[in-house]
C-alpha cells in the first residue's frame, strides 16, 4: 500500500483544521509499527450499518444544522458554520465563542479509496499517513457507530507555527463514498470534555 501524505492544515481565524486522508490503497500493508497505541481491534467494514461499536452517548448537539452533500449534523450552540473558510472540504463548522486562543472546529473531507480499506488495515494505514504529518501521541482509540455506521477513530497531536493541537478523527464509508471527521482542539481540553462535543455532534448526524 503506499499512502500519500495529504495532511493540509489551514489557519482560520485562531482555528486550525487538519485532514488526513488516504490515497492509492491496494493491498496489505505490514510496515505498521506499533508506536500508535491501538485500543481496538475492530475488524468489520466501515462500509456497513451492522457495526457492534457502541453509539455517541452524548445528548445531541441543539444549535445549528449543518447540511453537506451526503450527510447533516448538528453543532452546540455559538457554533456556525463556515463555508468561505471550508475550502476543499465538503462541510467547516467552528466554535466563534472559544476564548482560550484556539477555535475548536470540525471539517469533513471526502477520500474514494478508503472505500477499500477496512478494519485494522485502515487504523494501521491512518496511523501511518499521521506520522508522515509529523503527528505526535498518534492513537487508535475505540471505534464508534455514526448514524449506523462503524468509524475507525483516532487521535493525534499537531503542531501548526509552533501552536499546538489535538485532532479527533472518525474515518468511514457510506454508500460507496469515504469520509474523514476532523475535529480539531485546544491541546489542553481534556479526552473527556473533547469527547463531550464531539460526541454531541456526532450524535446529531445523519447520512443522506
Known amino acids: 500500500m503506499r499512502l500519500l501524505d495529504r495532511a493540509p492544515v489551514r489557519a482560520l481565524l485562531v482555528a486550525a483544521t487538519a485532514t488526513v486522508v488516504l490515497t492509492a490503497c491496494g493491498g496489505t500493508d505490514s510496515d505498521s509499527d506499533s508506536s500508535g497505541s491501538s485500543s481496538s481491534s475492530a475488524s468489520s467494514s466501515t462500509d456497513g450499518g451492522d457495526s457492534s461499536a457502541p453509539a455517541p452517548t452524548a445528548k445531541p448537539a441543539d444549535g445549528d444544522r449543518v447540511e453537506a452533500d451526503g450527510f447533516s449534523y448538528a453543532v452546540p450552540e455559538g457554533w456556525k458554520e463556515n463555508k468561505n473558510g471550508a475550502g476543499a472540504a465538503l462541510s467547516l463548522a467552528i466554535d466563534v465563542t472559544d476564548k482560550d486562543g484556539f477555535a475548536d472546529n470540525v471539517n469533513v473531507v471526502s477520500d474514494p479509496t478508503i472505500v477499500n480499506v477496512k ?76 469527547d463531550a462535543v464531539d460526541q454531541s455532534i456526532l450524535a446529531s448526524w445523519s447520512w443522506a
Not at 496511523?127 to 464508534?144: F, G, H, S, W, Y
Not at 455506521?149 to 507555527?161: C, D, I, R, S
Open 119 to 194: 478494519g485494522k488495515q485502515l487504523e494501521d494505514a491512518l496511523v501511518k499517513v499521521l506520522k508522515n504529518a509529523n503527528a505526535q501521541e498518534i492513537e487508535v482509540r475505540d471505534p464508534l457507530t455514526i448514524d449506523g455506521q462503524e468509524a475507525v477513530h483516532t487521535t493525534a497531536l499537531f503542531n501548526l507555527n509552533g501552536n499546538e493541537y489535538r485532532v479527533e478523527q472518525y474515518t468511514l464509508a457510506v454508500d460507496g463514498k469515504g469520509y474523514v471527521i476532523t475535529f480539531s482542539h485546544n491541546k489542553d481540553l481534556s479526552e473527556a470534555d473533547r
